[in-house]
């Protein structure tokens, strides 16, 4: 499992756990989640501070695993989709 870590502040630390192998693959049972520790504001200001770090984090696995990934944020009434392609920045 490759562990990524984001503190955002002294009160809130995000931590993604993903799987070292593709999980689109049939042997690999685990699939990536996201856990939370200290006090969610829900700012705006963090919300772009969180999609920025999962867009680098997203990016680097696309590129490392040469696979195309595609990951949906949700914010309110609010929906981002982002797709990954190895070598090319997130869109």
């Known amino acids: 499992m490759k562990i990524f870590v984001h503190k955002f502040n002294d009160r809130l630390c995000c931590t993604y756990h993903v799987p070292d192998q593709w999980w689109g693959e049939k042997w690999v049972k685990a699939k ?18 969180y999609v920025t770090w999962i867009n680098t984090v997203n990016q680097q696995l696309s590129d490392e695993w040469n696979k195309r990934l595609m ?6 009434p609010a929906l981002e989709i982002w797709c990954y392609e190895p070598g090319i920045s997130p869109a």
């Open 71 to 76: 990951h949906c944020f949700k914010s309110g």
């Open 32 to 49: 990536p989640f996201i856990t939370w520790q200290g006090i969610r504001a829900g700012s705006f200001l963090e919300y772009r501070e």
